[in-house]
């Protein structure tokens, strides 16, 4: 019985671009899509050999210009790995789109965990909830320190001016992606803009850092891997901590995003992670709570982007019409807080 080849994957040329390129690569290879991301489409490829990979390729379809670029994400990787940051070792990027529909990359596999729900953790120890909190919020002290000439991404970006070229870039991805009007969004972009707090550092901002894109060692309690490096770069390292401020929440009660576990028992409050992230930063976090208004609205667009690539059907998988609602949702859910918290900021 032949194996079935999932979209988006030319199995032939692949395969013959893994031999390659990839050294130890060993055919026949198997691909299977892994689960859960709603943006770049991620693979497993397993060789005749057993060894595995990963490769990470555009979705299907009409795409946004400035999104989905892999050579952007590969050099990141490339860069960041040699650091001692936990990233995933690069192993090849292919550039040519004749092979496979679209440019794609291929780095090692990381076994663990990835904890995306509160369900991910129900088997952990409360002792091991705490220590991987605490070492993911210490692996993002130390990307910070990264010294970003000496890694090479000194160029990545514009250093000055961070939330300026991220309110001008997501309000034009807005624009590009929206389905339909959500005043909230416009209004919270304008405050946002109105009350920018001075620019304290320029780091690798990773863009997108929560427990839902690392891979966790739950025995060791810590961070293996930091993945999905798409949103990456050169930023105010308050950005990432506001960031986890969104998905956080500190009981049972709050409010948390549904794929993120920190709502459960064990887990430290936020703000007891935030000094925890300054006392190993030495970096000021007064404005934490601006950064993580701005992170909600990031999200919204973020979100409404998804809707859109499921309504455009270039998803790659079966749409659930469940998991399409969520994201109509969540765009008006997210806008909302981010213009509430912005209010009180400037108030």
């Known amino acids: 019985m032949p194996v079935q080849v999932p979209p988006g994957i030319d199995a032939t040329s692949v395969s013959s671009w893994l031999i390659g390129h990839v050294e130890g690569a060993a055919g026949p290879f198997r691909f299977v899509p892994i689960v859960g991301g709603r943006s770049n489409l991620t693979y497993t490829v397993t060789g005749g050999d057993g060894r595995r990979f990963v490769l990470r390729r555009p979705p299907l379809g009409k795409v946004l210009a400035t999104a989905h670029d ?12 040699p650091t001692g940051v936990p990233v995933p070792q690069p192993l090849g990027l292919c550039t040519d789109a ?3 529909g679209a440019p794609f990359y291929v780095m090692s596999f990381v076994d663990g965990e990835v904890l995306d729900t509160p369900q991910s953790v129900h088997d ?3 002792v091991r909830r705490r220590q991987v909190a605490e070492d993911l919020f210490d692996v993002l002290a130390d990307l910070h320190a990264v ?5 090479g991404l000194g160029d990545l970006a514009k250093r000055e001016g961070y939330v300026e070229r991220q309110l001008r870039r997501w309000s034009k991805q807005w624009a590009a992606s929206k389905t339909r009007e959500v005043p909230a969004v416009d209004e919270v972009a304008i405050r946002l803009g109105e009350t920018i707090p001075a620019q304290q550092a320029v780091c690798i901002a990773h863009g997108d850092y929560r427990f839902g894109n690392c891979i966790v060692d739950v025995e060791a309690g810590r961070v293996s891997a930091v993945l999905d490096w798409e949103l990456c770069t050169l930023g105010d390292p308050l950005a990432d901590v506001g960031y986890l401020g969104v998905y956080w929440a500190d009981d049972a009660d709050g409010r948390s995003r549904p794929n993120d576990p920190s709502r459960e028992p064990g887990f430290p409050a936020y703000d007891e992670l ?11 976090v007064s ?8 992170s909600a609205f990031r999200l919204a667009v973020i979100s409404e982007g998804v809707l859109a690539r499921y309504q455009a059907g270039v998803m790659g998988d079966r749409v659930d019409p469940t998991v399409v609602e969520h994201f109509r949702t969540s765009t008006v859910e997210l806008a909302e807080s981010a213009l509430a918290a912005v209010r009180s900021w400037s108030s």
């Open 287 to 294: 404005d934490v709570e601006y950064f993580v208004a701005f």
């Open 274 to 284: 935030v000094k925890r992230y300054a006392r190993r930063s030495g970096r000021d």
């Open 98 to 100: 004749g092979i496979n």
């Open 147 to 151: 010294d970003v000439d000496a890694c």
């Open 124 to 126: 952990m120890p409360h």
């Open 70 to 81: 892999m050579a952007r994400e590969h050099r990141i990787i490339a860069a960041v790995h």
